[in-house]
């Protein structure tokens, strides 16, 4: 089809303005010998599709206002004549706002409408606000709702073929998981590749978290979904091969990952350096860190050395008496550990206070 013989055909159809809208004859004609629908398919069409508000024109001067251009709008009626009857402002408008505010303008909103017209009238909103868990407040939605807006905004989800119903099935795949409501967000917010990830990916992606442990209804199955999508399964198995250099079976590290998924987004530099801190200087056992992970998560150089170093110039001026629970003392606020431990007696306040700002590098002089 010709730009010519569409405009030609345009000048035939009132305007969006005109009370009345295109005769059933005018649109069939169109359909029939501009976009060359065999007539039983054009009347088909009209049919099913049109109302007493069909207006073409209206459509085709609604998308020529944002810019595409005809060639493209003739392309997308062509592959979706549904197009060429929506209501502008009950259907297209809409539909248009929602794409831009995904962050699809121009010519990249032009690309992915080229990909599947049928987007300009199917209810993506609508689609993604009936996945959303039925028990959630909506306030709880609305944050759901602009949180996936941010989330497709980072997602090169216009070169997926149908991202409609991928990121819809694999939403409620992901709910069917147990991950709904404030875990959703999480998924949403952290990791948005996992929304556009091919289905059988994904739920391989979840058996393997599953293997090691986490049951459907744990509140770390979501911390343990984003972790392994993170990793390569290289790096998975460096980071558990670590853990095994260092005496930890492999039930072992599995406890410690059930109970602080994080713990395998942490550098190996940094496992390294902890587990050989707490092995070689705090003398923790290895059943110390199998039961209390987060240990690892911490850091070295501000909290676990300078209050390590704390604690024993305190020791050794005999400010304490009894040796307290080490784990307790990196659990402490900090206030509260300044109060307890740095101001616990006025003379030595300076010198403690001294080691511990500088990383606890200042050692008790005897």
């Not at 962050?103 to 080229?114: A, N, T, W, Y």
């Not at 979840?206 to 984003?226: E, Q």
């Not at 550990?337 to 511990?356: P, S």
Request: hydrophobic share 35%; proline share 5%; aromatic share 10%.
């Amino acid at each position: 089809m010709t730009t010519t013989l569409f405009h030609r055909y345009l000048h035939t159809i009132p305007p969006p303005s005109s009370p009345s809208s295109p005769s059933k004859s005018t649109i069939i004609t169109y359909l029939t010998t501009i976009l060359n629908f065999p007539k039983s398919r054009a009347i088909w069409f009209f049919n099913r599709l049109s109302s007493p508000q069909t207006n073409p024109q209206a459509v085709i001067s609604f998308l020529q206002s944002h810019n595409f251009k005809l060639t493209d709008i003739q392309s997308w009626v062509l592959k979706s004549p549904h197009i060429l009857f929506s209501d502008v402002n009950k259907t297209l408008k809409p539909r248009l706002d929602f794409f831009q505010d995904l962050g699809l303008k121009d010519q990249d909103l032009c690309k992915f409408i080229s990909k599947n017209p049928v987007y300009l009238t199917h209810r993506f909103d609508q689609r993604n606000n009936n996945n959303k868990n039925n028990n959630s407040s909506s306030s709880s939605n609305n944050n759901n709702n602009v949180n996936l807006i941010r989330t497709l905004r980072r997602c090169n989800w216009a070169d997926i073929k149908d991202p409609v119903t991928r990121v819809s099935n694999n939403v409620e795949y992901l709910e069917k998981c147990g991950i709904v409501g404030a875990q959703l967000a999480t998924v949403i917010t952290r990791q948005p590749r996992l929304l556009i990830m091919g289905e059988s990916e994904l739920k391989v992606l979840v058996s393997k978290v599953m293997d090691f442990g986490f049951s459907m209804d744990s509140r770390m199955l979501v911390h343990a979904i984003y972790t392994v999508s993170c990793l390569s399964e290289e790096t998975f198995e460096r980071k558990v091969e670590l853990f095994r250099s260092y005496g930890f079976t492999k039930g072992e590290f599995k406890i410690m990952f059930v109970k602080a998924p994080p713990l395998l987004r942490v550098s190996e530099t940094k496992l390294r350096s902890g587990i050989e801190f707490f092995f070689n200087e705090v003398k923790f056992e290895k059943d110390v860190l199998v039961r209390r992970p987060n240990c690892l998560m911490l850091s070295l150089e501000e909290r676990v050395i300078p209050r390590f170093r704390v604690v024993d110039i305190m020791m050794g001026k005999g400010i304490l008496k009894r040796q307290p629970k080490f784990l307790n003392v990196l659990s402490m606020p900090e206030g509260k550990f300044l109060e307890k431990f740095i101001y616990k007696d006025g003379d030595y306040a300076e010198e403690l206070l001294l080691a511990y700002k500088s990383g606890g590098s200042l050692l008790q002089n005897e």
